[in-house]
C-alpha cells in the first residue's frame, strides 16, 4: 500500500475508533467527555476532503487540515489541533516534507500550540506527549539516525510521554479544575496525541 495522506487519515480514524470508550473515560474523569466525539468529529471531516489534500503541496495541505480542524473540531483541542497544523503549513512553506525538514516543521507546530494553551512541559496536557516527540526527533536528525529508528523513537518517546501523565497535576484546561484530584488519570489529549503520532509511524514503517 502506498503512503498517502488518505492512508494516513483513515489509519488515524482506526486507531481513534479502536479506543473511543478508553478515550472518553479518560475524558470524563478529569474532563467532560467529549474529547474524542471532537477529534472523531475533526477526522470525518478531513476523511471528506482527502482527495482535495492528495493534491495540494505540503504546506497548502497542512494548512487545509489546520483549518478543517479548528472549524470542526469544538473544544479546547479542536483549537488547540488546529493550530499545531496551521504553523505547521507556516514553518513547510516552500519545503519538502522529509526526515531533515520535518522536526523543525514539527517543532514550530509545537511551539504554537505552546504559546496558544499557554502550557509546556508536566502539565497534564497534549504537550506531554507532544514535546518529549519534538526533542526526539531534533535528537535523531543531528545524530543522522536511520528513518526507521526515528520512527521507532518517535513512537516510544509518544507512549512514555502519554504514560507520564498518569501522575501529574493538571494545571491548564478543565482538568486543573480538579488540582490534587486529577493525579492518577491520563490525560485524554495526551493519549489521543500519543495513539495518532504512534498511527502515523507505523504507516510511514511499512
Ligand atoms: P475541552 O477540555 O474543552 O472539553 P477536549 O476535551 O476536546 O476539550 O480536549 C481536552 C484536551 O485538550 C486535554 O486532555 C488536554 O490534553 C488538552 N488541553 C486542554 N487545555 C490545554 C492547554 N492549555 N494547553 C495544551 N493542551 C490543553
Ligand atoms: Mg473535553
Do not use: Y
Not at 478529569?30 to 476532503?49: M, P, S
Not at 497535576?169 to 488540582?179: D, E, H, N, V, Y
Not at 496525541?193 to 504512534?198: A, D, F, G, T, V
Amino acid at each position: 500500500m502506498p503512503v498517502s495522506l488518505s492512508n494516513i487519515i483513515t489509519s488515524i480514524q482506526h486507531c481513534i475508533n479502536d479506543n473511543i470508550d478508553e478515550v472518553t473515560e479518560l475524558d470524563r474523569a478529569i474532563g467532560d467527555g467529549d474529547h474524542v466525539i471532537n477529534l472523531q468529529r475533526g477526522l470525518e471531516a478531513l476523511a471528506k476532503i482527502d482527495d482535495e489534500l492528495s493534491i495540494l503541496d505540503w504546506s497548502p495541505a497542512l494548512m487545509k487540515i489546520g483549518m478543517t480542524l479548528m472549524s470542526t473540531m469544538g473544544g479546547a483541542s479542536g483549537s488547540l489541533f488546529g493550530t499545531l497544523f496551521i504553523s505547521m503549513a507556516k514553518a513547510a512553506k516552500g519545503k519538502d516534507l522529509n526526515s531533515s525538514t520535518f522536526p523543525d516543521i514539527f517543532m514550530a507546530g509545537v511551539e504554537s500550540v505552546k504559546q496558544r494553551g499557554k502550557a509546556d512541559l508536566g502539565e497534564k496536557t497534549m504537550l506531554d506527549t507532544l514535546i518529549p516527540v519534538v526533542n526526539s526527533l531534533q535528537a535523531d536528525r543531528s545524530n543522522t539516525v536511520p528513518f526507521n529508528q526515528m520512527l521507532d523513537n518517535v513512537a516510544s518517546e509518544a507512549i512514555k510521554g502519554m504514560e507520564s501523565t498518569k501522575d501529574l497535576i493538571a494545571t491548564k484546561g478543565r482538568a486543573s479544575f480538579l488540582g490534587e484530584r486529577s493525579k492518577g488519570h491520563i490525560d485524554a489529549g495526551a493519549r489521543t496525541s500519543q495513539l495518532m503520532i504512534c498511527a502515523i509511524a507505523e504507516v510511514l514503517t511499512q
